[in-house]
C-alpha cells in the first residue's frame, strides 16, 4: 500500500500528506521517483526532503527539524485554495463507488450508530486538491454502494455531478490492502484497476459493497522493486509502519 501510494506521486508535485501511511509514501517517493516533490502536513509544515527520524504523527519533533517551512494550519490550508495542491491522500470509514469518503456518521443522521471523528482537513482536501488519492483497508462495510453522510466529496452522484457543484479535481485512484481502483467511463465508477499479488478478483468483488467492474487492462499490481524497497526501509527504519 505504502509503495503504491509512492508511485502515485509525480516529481516536482505539491502534495498535501495526511497521516500515517502517507507519510512514509512521501518519503519513498522523494527517494526514488519524485526527488522534487513538496510535502505539505496540515498542522503547518512544509518539507522537502523526508524527516530524519521515523514520525509516528505529521507533528513530531523531527518533522519540524530542518522543515522548509514551519507555519500554522491557515497558511498551509490556505494553498489548496490558492490552486497549488496536485494530489492529497486521505483516508475514511466508508468509500462509495464514485469515491465519496465517510467520516462522520454510521447509520441515521439523528441517531447515528457510530460517531466518528469528523472531517478535519479531508472535505478541503478532497474538494481543492488537483488529485484525490484514498487509502482504506478494503472491507465489504466499508466499500459501500452510497456512504451514509458525505464528509469528502468524490464524484457525488457520478458524471458531472462533481463539476456541477463546482468542484474541479476529484478521485484518482483509491489503493487498498487487496487492489486499485480508479475512475473509469462517463459516471467516473471506481473500477478495479489492479489486483494486489496474493489476491484476485473474486476475493476483491467480494469484498466490495456494489458490482465492482474491472478498467481495460486490468493487471496485477507491480510488486515493490528493490529501489522502492530500500527507499522504505531507509524512512521506516524501525518498522513501525510495514
Not at 476475493?203 to 507491480?222: I, S, Y
Request: charge should be positive; hydrophobic fraction near 45%.
Amino acid at each position: 500500500m505504502i509503495v503504491a501510494a509512492a508511485r502515485e506521486i509525480a516529481d516536482g508535485d505539491v502534495v498535501f500528506v495526511g497521516m500515517r501511511l502517507p507519510i512514509v509514501a512521501y518519503g519513498v517517493a522523494r527517494l526514488t521517483h519524485a526527488p522534487n516533490a513538496v510535502g505539505l502536513f496540515e498542522c503547518g509544515i512544509v518539507r522537502y526532503a523526508p524527516a530524519g527520524a521515523v514520525l509516528y504523527t505529521m507533528g513530531d519533533p523531527p518533522n519540524q527539524m530542518g522543515a522548509a517551512w514551519a507555519t500554522g494550519l491557515i497558511q498551509v490550508m490556505g494553498q489548496l485554495q490558492r490552486g497549488r495542491v496536485d494530489a492529497g491522500f486521505i483516508g475514511g470509514a466508508e468509500i462509495d463507488r464514485f469515491g465519496n469518503i465517510n467520516t462522520s456518521y454510521i447509520g441515521d443522521i439523528a441517531k447515528p450508530r457510530v460517531k466518528l471523528p469528523g472531517s478535519g482537513g479531508a472535505a478541503d482536501i478532497a474538494a481543492m486538491a488537483k488529485r484525490l488519492i484514498a487509502i482504506m483497508n478494503h472491507q465489504k462495510r466499508r466499500f459501500v454502494e452510497k456512504v451514509d453522510y458525505v464528509t469528502s466529496p468524490g464524484f457525488l452522484d457520478g458524471g458531472e455531478a462533481r463539476s456541477k457543484a463546482g468542484l474541479g479535481g476529484g478521485p484518482a485512484a483509491v489503493i487498498t490492502d487487496r487492489c486499485i481502483l480508479r475512475p473509469h467511463g462517463p459516471r467516473k465508477e471506481l473500477h478495479l484497476a489492479s489486483v494486489h499479488p496474493g489476491h484476485n478478483v473474486d476475493e476483491v468483488r467480494g469484498h466490495t459493497g456494489w458490482d465492482l467492474k474491472p478498467l481495460p487492462g486490468l493487471a496485477e499490481t507491480a510488486p515493490p522493486s528493490r529501489a522502492e524497497l530500500a527507499a522504505l526501509h531507509a524512512i521506516d527504519k524501525e518498522g513501525v509502519w510495514r
